[in-house]
């Protein structure tokens, strides 16, 4: 977040921002499979397909799109989702910090069950938009495609698996954003419970 607010005050636009936080957001979007992982061990109390959906998703934008598709990285939307997930993971992982020490403040608490309702359907746009702003550039590289005839004698089509993943987004965000609407009421219930 520091990186993005620095280059922002410095050059008053977001165009080439991308480039100065590119390593770091590939470097924990990628790490971030450890925490399907700790999931899976039982480490947290998360379950493995929503977190691996969530998980698979971030790594997927960030190197089958942004990544792969050079052309998308100064769009708007790049910005939008990673604005989304940094204030997101900020609040998460303090939230987290805390807990481990067992004096999560209520106030965090809030933020991290209540900032959602805005962020998370914000970063699912940023995500939506990129692929759809990457989907020109993949159809006429004829990127991660494979075309017929082949030795393999089989056929895939990039372009049109994005379409389908955009797809994917439809029934997807609904489910995971109405999980943490339940979790928002059992967790912040649970908390106002204590605090009377």
Known sequence: MATMIFYWTEHG????????????????????????????????????????AQVASRIFLTWAIIHSVKETQNNMSVMVFVIAWTITEIIRYSN?????????????????????????????????????????????????SLRLPNAANISFDYYYALICIMFVYIPGFPQLYFHMIRQRRKVLGRAAEKRE
């Open 13 to 52: 636009t977001f165009r080439g921002m991308y480039a100065s936080i590119a390593r770091i957001l590939q470097i924990f979007q990628t790490l971030a499979v450890l925490e399907v992982v700790h999931c899976a061990l039982g480490l947290v109390r998360s379950g493995v397909a929503l977190t691996g």
């Open 96 to 144: 987290y910090a805390f807990a481990l020490i067992g004096q999560v403040p209520y106030i965090l608490q809030w933020c991290r069950y209540t900032f959602f309702i805005v962020l998370y359907p914000i970063g699912v746009a940023g995500e939506m938009f990129s692929i759809y702003a990457a989907l020109p550039h993949v159809k006429q590289s004829g990127m991660y």
